[in-house]
């Protein structure tokens, strides 16, 4: 088991939040994570990211930014 020292963990500022989708709809839920999230990363001096497992396009995930996100991963 590697474990980090309390600097360690520090660095790590960002926040991640993964989307959860189904039949290319993404659910209320991750809307609700993105607001808490936006929270943590505000703390923590982070930025917020959101991974989505889905084949969407730009125009699919802009929800995802007008609810906090500052990156958007599309896998």
């Known amino acids: 088991m590697i474990t980090k020292t309390e600097a360690e963990r520090t660095e790590y500022a960002n926040v991640w939040v993964v989307a959860e989708v189904i039949d290319n709809d993404i659910k209320q839920v991750t809307f609700e994570l ?3 999230g936006r929270k943590l990363a505000d703390k923590r001096g982070g930025e917020l990211w959101c991974v989505i497992l889905a084949n969407m396009d730009d125009a699919d995930v802009a929800p995802l930014f007008h609810h ?8």
């Open 34 to 36: 993105l607001g808490e």
């Open 68 to 75: 906090f996100a500052d990156k958007v991963i599309i896998v």
